[in-house]
């Protein structure tokens, strides 16, 4: 059974401090993994898809990076409206496009 | 990227009445939509896959006469919530995959509130 686990669960910043958010997976062969954002009331909101161990990807003050086990989520210089929730999911090889299996999420607040 | 709506945004009803969920893709023809809920402070749960022009594909736990899934065309699929309690209150979410899409990413719509008198 595919699982993923996000930690920490949620994570106070003050403006401008960089952290980074993790995502442990186990998946029986690795299709995708997928980083969203959500903020409250809303659906998630697509930031990146990682195929493979070693690649990154960038958009403004994140980075995301994949190892064959897990993935982070690197924010530099957070802004307070970098401010969400950030989920991490997998699709697994021999399943239907577009079957993903969720982490719990990381609640991200940044503090002016 | 592609845009998914959804209506309502939010929905009261009493228990026992029927309710149903649209969802529609904008911008793009999606041949497969997925149903998911979310409860306060969890995670996304993936309900049940649909498909245009046959049936859905529910995922283990998920009752399929209770949660009735329509996908008539190549932008929209429906979720009718029948007889409804209040255990089924929650936030509904649907998605799509756009065919053409380089990421091979799925685009969310904003989600739909049931609450369940």
């Known amino acids: 059974e595919d699982q993923v686990t996000q930690s920490p669960e949620a994570l106070r910043l003050q403006e401008g401090e960089s952290s980074s958010l993790n995502c442990s997976y186990t998946?029986?062969?690795?299709?995708?993994l997928f980083w969203y954002r959500q903020d409250p009331g809303k659906g998630p909101e697509f930031l990146f898809t990682l195929y493979s161990a070693g690649e990154e990807k960038e958009k403004e003050r994140l980075k995301a990076t994949l190892t064959k086990k897990e993935s982070f989520l690197h924010i530099t210089a957070p802004k307070p409206e970098d401010s969400a929730t950030y989920l991490c999911a997998v699709q697994a090889r021999g399943t239907s496009y577009g079957k993903l299996t969720f982490g719990q999420g990381t609640i991200l607040t940044v503090h002016p | 990227g592609a845009v998914v709506s959804q209506h309502p945004s939010r929905v009261i009803c009493k228990s026992g009445t029927s309710v149903k969920i649209e969802c529609r893709s904008l911008?793009?023809?999606?041949?497969?939509m997925f149903w998911y809920r979310q409860f306060p402070k969890q995670s996304l749960m993936l309900m049940a896959t649909s498909n245009e022009g046959s049936k859905a594909t529910y995922e283990q736990g998920v009752e399929k006469d209770k949660f009735l899934i329509n996908h008539a065309s190549l932008t929209l699929s429906t979720l009718t919530v029948t007889s409804a309690h209040p255990e089924d209150s929650s936030f509904y979410i649907c998605?799509?995959?756009?065919?053409?899409?380089?990421?091979?990413?799925?685009?969310f719509g904003p989600g739909t509130r049931l609450t369940v008198l």
């Open positions: 911008d793009f023809q999606a041949t497969t």
């Open positions: 998946v029986s062969g690795l299709r995708g």
């Open positions: 998605s799509a995959r756009d065919p053409q899409g380089q990421d091979n990413e799925q685009f």
